[in-house]
């Protein structure tokens, strides 16, 4: 086995402490997904490689997935047969996982609660159970969470917006549901509450940031369900970008191959049945992608919505 060092002349990109691109070698005993310094050995491994490779692929593979909709509704110049209900909720997760993953990147004062004892543990397993536990540089600095998962979440809020107000732009009779709208309003006035509670003593700011982290992951597994029953109820599913679910589908199978192949090289499982919140979170987005490739290539093949006025065929 060849062990290099950083000091010599080893082929790799890195951003900043942001990110960090390894094309041929991995990290010494250290998940491919956890982004920090370099440690003093680097090993070459084909496995790992292998890993790493698919890492970077779900990665763009996610971040991808947001344009082709942004595509298809500019080209439209509509968003009919895009549930606003999806829209919102989206755009909502997406913020309340930006501000998570900021200040446990950013924030002194969140860093420094996590470092007390009886904070510590809780730290470590909230964040490892939302996937975003960078333990690498948790030893070698005050960050906790991995810097792709920052850029990943703040573009996907920023490029949720761009679709969101493109649904305000283009006319349309689609409008936000009750259900919805009492969520939104059920989760707007559980933050007003935390944060008065952080406010008078009784919380702290690491709890609040908690709050975000679940308000997320609760969001996540309803936000595709109007969407899925806006195709049922339409019979159709023009309007809804089938690249969109395809590359999300890539990225959530290679994400959860990830965890199988990270506990293969570990062997310790216990990087899958202790990390069952993202795992499961995982193949409910599977499950929805597979009901979406259903509806779009099976029960509903047709390309043509009779409510618009052009009949162009549109994006198969």
């Not at 082929?11 to 402490?17: D, L, V």
């Not at 970077?56 to 996610?62: P, R």
């Not at 600095?141 to 990943?152: E, P």
């Not at 920023?158 to 493109?166: A, R």
Request: hydrophobic letters at 45%; one cysteine or more.
């Amino acid at each position: 086995m060849s062990i290099l060092t950083p000091d010599r002349n080893i082929g790799y990109t890195r951003f900043s402490h942001l990110m960090k691109l390894i094309p041929e070698y991995h990290i010494k005993d250290f998940p491919v997904t956890h982004l920090g310094p370099f440690p003093s050995q680097v090993v070459r491994s084909p496995v790992r490689g292998l890993v790493l490779k698919k890492d970077i692929t779900y990665f763009l593979a996610w971040s991808i997935s947001f344009y082709p909709q942004v595509l298809l509704n500019y080209r439209r110049k509509s968003v009919q047969g895009l549930s606003i209900d999806f829209l919102y909720l989206n755009v909502i997760g997406f913020f309340y996982y930006s501000i998570f993953n900021l200040a446990f990147f950013y924030s002194k004062e969140i860093q420094d609660q996590c470092k007390y004892p009886d904070h510590e543990d809780q730290c470590r397993m909230i964040l490892h159970r939302f996937g975003t536990l960078d333990r690498q540089r948790h030893k070698d600095s005050d960050s906790l969470v991995r810097g792709n998962d920052v850029i990943f979440s703040v573009h996907a809020f920023l490029i949720s917006c761009v679709t969101l107000g493109q649904a305000l732009y283009y006319k349309s009779d689609n409008r936000l549901s009750l259900s919805t709208r009492g969520c939104l309003n059920v989760i707007a006035l559980l933050t007003v509450l935390h944060f008065a509670a952080v406010l008078i003593g009784k919380d702290q700011w690491l709890d609040f940031i908690y709050f975000f982290g679940s308000m997320k992951f609760l969001i996540s597994f309803v936000k595709y369900v109007p969407q899925a029953f806006m195709n049922y109820k339409r019979k159709s599913t023009v309007g809804w970008s089938i690249h969109n679910i395809l590359l999300d589908f890539t990225g959530g199978m290679l994400s959860s191959l990830q965890l199988i192949l990270d506990a293969a090289i570990a062997k310790d499982s216990s990087g899958i049945t202790g990390d069952f919140v993202k795992l499961g979170l995982g193949l409910v987005a599977i499950l929805f992608d597979c009901i979406f490739m259903v509806q779009h290539y099976i029960l509903y093949p047709s390309r043509v919505d009779s409510s618009l006025t052009e009949r162009e065929p549109l994006i198969v």
